[in-house]
Structure formats: C-alpha cells, structure tokens
C-alpha cells in the first residue's frame, strides 16, 4: 500500500459529527414534526440555495479531512501529512512561482535586473515559470487565450450541470412515481408541496458555470494569484475552508453540553443553584473575551512547545493546536444560551404538565429529560446555526491579533493576518486579502441566510408558514 491513512484529532471529530449529524436525519425523517420543519426550510429557495452554498463547503472541508502519508523510494512513510483536497489541487500546489503575481498575470509583481540577450541588464518584471508560460508572446496572446481557457472550462460546467440535472431528475422520477420527462417538468413547475428544487438547480448552474471557469484558467495560470513566498492563492483559500468549517463545528460540541446542563439546571432548580451558575457566567462575562482566549492560548501554545517530541509531524501539532482553541472558545462562549435556556426553562417549569409530573413524583432529571429539554430544541438548533457565522469570524478575529491557528495551518485569518503588511507595498498586493475576503463572505453570508430560514421554520413565535401549508393563506407572514 503506497498511502498509510492517518487519523488527527479534528479527523476523528469531524467525522464523529458527520455520523451524529446523519443519526440525526434518520431521528428526524422519523418525527412528523420535525420532518415538516425541515420541509419547510428546504421548500423555500433562500433555505435550498443556501443549504446547497454550505453543502458545497462542507464537502471540500470532508475532502480535506481524509489524510495519508505517502510512502518514499526508500520504501518509509514520508512525515508530510497529505489530505485527498491536498491530492485534488496537487497541481495548484506544485506550480510555485518566486513571490508575488496578480491574479491570471503572465510576469511576477516584483521587478528584477534581466540580462539581455545583447549584453547589459534592464529593470523588469520577469516572466513567471508556471503562470502564462505556454504563450509565445503574452501581449498579443494573453486575451483571446483566457477567454478561450474559461470558456472552455464554463461550457464543462454546464455539461456537468445539465448531467447533474438529470441524475436528480432520475431519482425524482422514481420517488414521484412518473416518467423521466413528467419530471424534468415537475422541476421546472414545482407543485406546492414540492421542495424548491429549481433554486438549487438555478445555484448549482451558477456554482458549475464559475467553478468550470476557474477550473479552466487554472490549468494555465494562478487565477487568484500567487502570495510573497510564490504559492498559488487559490489553493491556499481552499485549504482555508477546512480550518473555518472546523472552528464553526466543533466548537459547538464544547459549547453545547456545558451551556444545556447549566441553563437547563439554573431555570429548573433554582436557589442556590440558580445562584452559583448565574455567578459563574455572570463572572466570566466580566473578563474581555478576546484577552481570555488569547490568555488561554499562550498556555497552550508554550504547553505544546515544551512538548514537541509529542508531535510526530508539523501537521500534528497544528492540528493539536487548532483543537484546543475550539476548546478554548467552547468553553468561554457557552454563557448566551445558558443564558437563554434558564429564561426558558422558569417558563416552563410553570406549566401544566410539568406541575402535574412533579405532583405524580416524577424526579427532576426525568422531567428534564422528558418535558423541559424537548421543548427547548427549536432554541438550541436556532443558536447553534446562528452562531456558526460569529464562530467563523472569531477566528479570522483571533488570527489576526496573533492568537489563532498555528501560523503553518492555511486559515481565512493568516491570509488576512499576513495582508495586512502587503496593503503598504507599492504597488499594492490586493488579492490575497480579497480571497480569503471572499470565501469568508461567501461561507458566512449562506450561514446567515440558512440560520434566518431555520429560525421561521422552528421557531413556534415566528408565525410563519410555508405557503404549501394550507394555513398561509389565512396567517400570511410573520405575526
């Protein structure tokens, strides 16, 4: 075997979730209630398009979560850790140039003394080893080559789209019952209990048509352009998803299980209870929150110094570092839902059929269990999926004062971090701050949008249905 898989902490978390998160599709698709809600997220084009805009991240971020070592001529495992993303953009990543080039540039931004082919030096900006390397002359054939290169990259986009539209056609057709055609018709003329597959038809288009685009011209140049140290931006952005989608995750299962036992124990108890928790957060709210983490992660990171010899590859000691600021910020962001949870939970233990429990002697963790927790789900999901966004953002923040992520991990926060001193050059060198500007937004705007949806779909005080419920007609939106 040529590849030794290798497992890193993130790894096994990340795909811990994706097995909890597919345990929770099955528990929902068998809860009527539940399923209707999400239903009537999916059925709304801003709930598809952006569920699809996250889906497409989050299969890059799984992509980059399956590493491997490679084996070496000499027969051993090399130290590198490699991902199956990394595998994917090898030739991004091959294709180094010197320092920095503009995005789709065919010379370096950095002007050199050349040698003529007459005798003598001149001052110029030299042609770059990868980037626009297979055109004779760049000033005549630049133009019509990127456009031929991106056409021909879009009209693959939409051949895979059109092939993507119906393989979903095909697995509707059987599901609806009808013919492949009565399908493709159904799709462009969605009935009223039908989810909004046309948005993610019109959003996969888009994806596909600039995706096969830049497919196109990064096979001949460095389409975003290329950093001080010559590697290619793209590449480096991409690389960047994993570490967001990680930050915006795992954080949640450190924030989750501390901010649910102490909120839901504060609102139910009382007291003293009641008390002590309300000190504690209300305590930890006292210190500034950016001066905790980077506190916390100065330990860390000596920690981690001390105990090199631990790490067996570079990777590694990333990864363990990365791991510990989810900790970190897990463990000092949980105070908003408590928080929340409490106010909910003294409204709850006054109802009815929590009073008639106690009277029957139920015990106050099975009443937690049982009747407070369920009734509090539809705030949990909505915190979490809006937070994600605020997490996302944390880091970039926490990259940027020197706090993150090791500054070896490829973050949104270290392109920005390091272009910050590129803003000062003459000339100016824009694109890196613009990509991770870019991916960052686009992660965070879909979050935002597919948060806003969940929030209408579950939340039972937003009034709002879908307008295949039959009840839309009479409630119309928001009460």
Not at 176 to 194: I, M, N, T, V, Y
Not at 359 to 388: C, E, K, S, W, Y
Not at 452 to 467: E, L, N
């Amino acid at each position: 075997m040529s590849l030794q898989p290798v497992m890193l902490w993130t790894d096994a978390l990340v795909w811990l979730l994706v097995l909890a998160t597919a345990g929770f599709a099955w528990y929902i698709a068998r809860t009527p209630v539940l399923r209707e809600s999400w239903h009537n997220v999916l059925a709304r084009p801003m709930g598809m398009s952006s569920a699809a805009v996250l889906g497409v991240f989050i299969l890059v971020g799984l992509a980059d979560s399956l590493h491997y070592r490679e084996r070496l001529d000499n027969g051993q495992f090399g130290v590198e850790v490699k991902s199956a993303l990394d595998a994917a953009l090898s030739p991004l990543a091959a294709r180094s140039e010197r320092t920095y080039s503009a995005p789709l540039a065919t010379h370096s931004q950095s002007k050199e003394n050349l040698e003529q082919a007459g005798g003598g030096t001149v001052r110029a900006a030299p042609r770059l080893q990868f980037g626009g390397a297979h055109l004779q002359d760049p000033q005549r054939d630049w133009r019509g080559d990127v456009i031929a290169r991106a056409a021909a990259g879009a009209a693959l986009g939409l051949a895979v789209c059109i092939l993507f539209t119906a393989l979903l056609a095909l697995a509707l057709a059987r599901f609806w019952r009808c013919g492949f055609f009565a399908s493709l018709r159904r799709l462009r003329q969605p009935q009223e209990k039908d989810l909004a597959w046309r948005s993610l038809l019109v959003t996969a288009f888009l994806f596909l048509l600039m995706a096969g685009a830049m497919a196109g011209l990064a096979s001949g140049y460095h389409v975003l352009g290329t950093d001080k140290v010559g590697q290619d931006v793209l590449y480096q952005s991409l690389k960047s998803v994993r570490t967001g989608l990680v930050i915006g995750t795992l954080t949640t299962l450190v924030t989750l299980p501390v901010a649910i036992g102490l909120g839901l124990l504060a609102g139910y108890f009382r007291g003293w209870v009641d008390d002590v928790i309300q000190y504690l957060y209300t305590t930890l709210n006292s210190i500034p929150w950016v001066l905790l983490v980077a506190a916390a992660v100065l330990i860390v990171q000596v920690f981690i110094e001390q105990n090199e010899r631990s790490f067996s590859s570079v990777a590694e000691r990333a990864d363990a570092r990365l791991l510990a600021l989810c900790v970190i910020i897990g463990l000092t962001g949980w105070t908003g839902l408590a928080r929340l949870l409490r106010a909910e939970t003294l409204k709850l233990r006054e109802l009815d059929y929590v009073t008639a429990a106690r009277a029957f002697g139920v015990g106050g963790p099975r009443i937690l269990l049982r009747h407070i927790l369920p009734n509090v789900q539809h705030l949990i999901l909505i915190t979490v999926v809006m937070d994600f966004s605020g997490l996302v953002l944390a880091e970039a923040i926490l990259s940027y004062v020197g706090v993150g992520v090791d500054p070896v991990m490829n973050s949104w926060g270290n392109m920005i971090n390091a272009a910050r001193l590129e803003l000062a050059r003459e000339p100016v060198v824009w694109w890196p701050l613009l990509a991770a500007f870019g991916f960052m937004f686009a992660l965070v705007l879909a979050a935002n949008l597919f948060a806003d949806v969940v929030q209408d779909a579950f939340d039972p005080r937003s009034g709002v249905k879908h307008p295949a419920d039959p009840r839309a007609s009479s409630q119309g939106g928001k009460a």
